[in-house]
């Protein structure tokens, strides 16, 4: 497990992240990874490659996740 000092790194809050901006996940890039956290446990880091994110969210959006779907 890596430990990234968070003070140092600038996160990049979603635009729909509500009113008080405390529902959102923000990202941020460090050491050629992409940064993802939830803002209330941003102690919470999850460090991915960007390209494995890509993947996810095109996935994500094209429902290719869905069960029985190749």
Do not use: N, Y
């Amino acid at each position: 497990m890596t430990t990234f000092s968070t003070h140092v790194i600038r996160w990049q809050k979603s635009s729909f992240s509500g009113v008080d901006g405390e529902d959102c996940v923000e990202l941020a890039h460090h050491g050629g990874r992409t940064l993802i956290r939830e803002s209330d446990s941003p102690g919470d880091v999850l460090a991915v490659l960007p390209h494995s994110l890509a993947f996810l969210i095109r996935g994500a959006k094209t429902h290719s996740f869905m069960p029985g779907r190749e």
